[in-house]
């Protein structure tokens, strides 16, 4: 099984400066640091050699800039979408940087794309990810996502007869210059899936929306690393080219574990920036499952669509699906917030291959004829994703993010197992999504209150359907479409309360206030696993029987 999914990342070689310009001396540094109350450990010798990138915001008055240049730093980029630099300092001056006021330091990690020996697993290779979403039925349809233009930020994108001229633009934040170049392999099984149209395969294999334009942002060479400022870099390419090819949708199918909450990680704080304006951001969750806590950022910010891997079992069908145990499971850390959104086709999916790549050379077992590929992974979930967003927005121009979040999650079909922290509000369904009525919801991540979880996750099914996730949805926010959507999750529709054993009666269709119950009667049944608050029955009889006391215990 190929894991190329959101644990991993993408990647970028920067160029660095060599020596630091107008480096701190010792003296001085000893001197700022005793000013802010922070005490040095290392030696002179040390503090005068050694060197660290870092990427510094401000939240304050002083400015970021500012900040480094007071330590002794040297500015290698400035990043205007999060009020950020990258920078060069002596590693004896961090701990004085950091407590400038409003200065938030974070290493400028390096992040791998990370894979394992490639397998088709317990069965073939295959786009059944098609008919599952509803795609197929979308395109016989005719939609295909057509004029709807899709971010990729990877590893490039081979400009291949799949993309038939609908690559239309990129950038290479690498050395190697080229955006149309994919010399590791991940990117362009990524486009694939995404929007390839099955040329190369003689139509056999096609992505999830064909007719959707593409634009490469790359940001790892062939070995397929990258570091936090060069992916920031791309997502300020991104907003600041997102007129110039109309760019609605971007892909990020890589992420790295933080120990940073989503409000101070760059990261995370750069993602909301193009969210915020007016790009639908999906991101893999990551390969570091069934463990709790394992979401990747930037998937664990709380504004994106954070997308995780089933096992479609290469069927047409959701009835036989599963999860996969690699997909990471919420709630995120340290936050603890509900991720991830929903789940699709992750496991021996197929799509395109980057012919002389590091990965085609490396796993030549995973190749389907001279143009195809085989991996498993939440990248690829995300890439499919990516696709049904297209397709959403083909059908119904002008959607704000949120919107198309709400209509993802609002129509998902139930999940393998029912867990939100394993396959959240449920399956892609990307035909119900293009085609159902208008879901709004308003989200913010100041107003989102975490949920904190420490348990280990289940992968067995724990009820038929999905729990909803309801810190995502504000009562006031709900717009019900013409048909009524469903809570993909409780089942307000009509059917049970599966998750509390409720007897097999639907709700009468009124909102539970908090007292009556609406003159229903109880049917007899005992509550099961459910504490009784301590207010009294407003008068409703007890299957003829009296209550013996005022609190059910």
Not at 194 to 212: F, K, L, M, R
Not at 233 to 261: C, E, H, T
Not at 333 to 341: A, I, T, V, Y
Request: charged content about 10%; aromatic content about 8%; overall charge negative.
């Amino acid at each position: 099984m190929w894991h190329v999914g959101s644990i991993i990342a993408g990647s970028g070689i920067r160029a660095r400066f060599a020596w630091l310009k107008g480096r701190f001396a010792v003296g001085s540094a000893i001197a700022l640091a005793a000013f802010a109350g922070v005490s040095l450990t290392c030696s002179p010798a040390a503090s005068a050699s050694t060197s660290e990138t870092v990427i510094v915001t401000a939240s304050g008055l002083l400015s970021p800039v500012s900040a480094v240049l007071q330590v002794g730093g040297t500015i290698l980029a400035q990043y205007h979408l999060i009020n950020g630099v990258d920078a060069s300092i002596l590693t004896a001056v961090e701990p004085v940087l950091a407590a400038l006021p409003g200065i938030m330091v974070t290493p400028d990690v390096s992040v791998n794309v990370q894979s394992s020996a490639a397998s088709t697993g317990p069965h073939p290779p295959s786009d059944a990810f098609l008919p599952e979403t509803g795609a197929t039925r979308l395109a016989s349809n005719g939609d295909i996502g057509q004029g709807v233009t899709v971010a990729v930020l990877d590893t490039g994108i081979d400009n291949l007869p799949d993309f038939s001229g609908r690559l239309i633009g990129g950038i290479d934040l690498t050395n190697e210059k080229n955006p149309f170049q994919d010399s590791y392999g991940h990117g362009t099984f990524v486009a694939g899936l995404i929007a390839g149209d099955g040329a190369s395969s003689n139509g056999n294999y096609s992505g999830e929306a064909p007719g959707a334009k593409l634009v490469s942002i790359k940001v790892a060479g062939a070995d397929g690393t990258t570091h936090l400022g060069t992916m920031i870099s791309g997502l300020q390419w991104v907003v600041d080219n997102q007129s110039a090819y109309a760019i609605k949708v971007l892909n990020i199918s890589f992420g790295y574990q933080s120990d940073k909450s989503t409000v101070n990680n760059p990261l995370d704080q750069a993602i909301e920036a193009v969210w915020n304006s007016g790009i639908t951001v999906v991101a893999s969750a990551g390969n570091a499952g069934p463990f709790n806590g394992t979401i990747l950022s930037p998937g664990d910010d709380p504004l994106v669509i954070t997308v995780g891997a089933l096992d479609d079992m290469a069927t047409p069908s959701i009835a036989d699906d599963e999860m996969n145990d690699f997909s990471s499971t919420g709630p995120t850390s340290p936050d603890g917030w509900l991720k991830p959104d929903l789940v699709t086709s992750g496991r021996s999916v197929v799509s395109l291959a980057a012919p002389g790549s590091t990965i085609y050379a490396g796993y030549p077992s995973a190749r389907i004829g001279s143009a195809n590929f085989v991996g498993s992974g939440t990248s690829f979930s995300a890439a499919i994703a990516s696709g049904a967003v297209a397709l959403i927005l083909a059908d119904n121009p002008g959607l704000s993010p949120d919107q198309v979040k709400a209509r993802l999650l609002g129509t998902a079909s139930s999940g393998p197992v029912g867990n939100p922290f394993v396959d959240g509000h449920g399956a892609l369904d990307a035909y119900a999504a293009a085609t159902s009525g208008a879901m709004d919801f308003v989200q913010s991540a100041a107003n989102l209150t975490p949920i904190r979880n420490g348990t280990t996750v289940s992968l067995s099914p724990v009820r038929p359907v999905d729990t909803w996730n309801a810190a995502l949805w504000p009562e006031t926010s709900w717009s019900q479409a013409a048909a009524g959507p469903r809570w993909n999750g409780t089942s307000w529709n009509g059917s049970d309360w599966n998750g509390w054993t409720w007897t097999g009666k639907a709700w009468n269709g009124a909102a539970w206030a908090g007292s009556a119950w609406n003159g229903s009667t109880w049917t007899g049944k005992a509550w099961n696993d459910a504490a009784w608050t301590g207010s009294a029955w407003n008068g409703t009889a007890w299957s003829g029987k009296a209550w013996n006391g005022s609190a059910w215990s």
